[in-house]
């Protein structure tokens, strides 16, 4: 389920990056427009471009809010970091960009019917001012928030993991009988290699485990085999926090949260 609200949250980012690209665009080439009608034309299509803005938000607020609920991100600082980040560069895009967007319009539909109020030199002085200023807030705030979600900087806040003191001395164990795990949390050392023994009771049924991040990226594959038989998997270090592992022949059903700490 973590994986399809993901996708929902990167489908409301490709929308937003559409919509938001073709304003950016135009605010590039106002810059070098003086033709009232033609900058008339270019206001039109930004505005046309920005109705898509608003669903393509809602998609990427709720695919992310509800994915941070379902992999259970609110402990780290990054996720709340992007959401802060996200409304600031929104609210300040928009105190910028409304009432410039606005009087422009209002200029240049004067102009082009006919209003010689501002003279051609203001009116070039207009389209140039705080259009860096946009483009500025709007490419910086991306950057920024692309760092967090790429990079998860836990920026002081790490989850709150609950105490297990034969974690890091104990080898993590698991079962599988016919289509599920004996359980659907373990966990595991952090930081450092392990083994996970793995025991697939069920009698001529394909099972392994594979570890996968919350993004999705598999960490580890283990060997399938079928029941009955145990295998002792070696895993790699995992860093501190929550990682998902599943079943690659029965993912829908057997699939459960391993913490690493």
Known sequence: MYQWWVFLHLLGVFGFLISH????????RLRKER?????????????????????????????????????????Y????ASIVLLLVVSGAMYSVARPYYRRLRFITDAMVDGSEAVSSEQYAEVLRSRQLTIAGLGFGGLVLILYLMLFKPTLGMAPQLPASPTAATATPSLAASELSFNSDRLTVPASRPFQLSFDNQASGVPHNVSISDQAGKTIFTGETFSGPESVT?????????????????????MTGTMVAR
Do not use: E, T
């Open 21 to 28: 690209g073709v304003s950016v665009a135009v605010a590039f």
């Open 233 to 253: 998997y070696a895993v790699p270090a995992l860093q501190p926090g929550a990682y998902r592992f599943v079943c690659d022949v029965h993912p829908q059903q």
């Open 35 to 75: 033709d009232p009608k033609r900058v008339q034309a270019l206001l039109q299509v930004s505005s046309a471009s920005i109705s898509a803005f608003y669903p393509a938000m809602g998609l990427l607020l709720i695919g992310g809010v509800a994915g941070a609920f379902v992999g259970n991100l609110w402990g």
């Open 77 to 80: 600082g990054w996720i709340w």
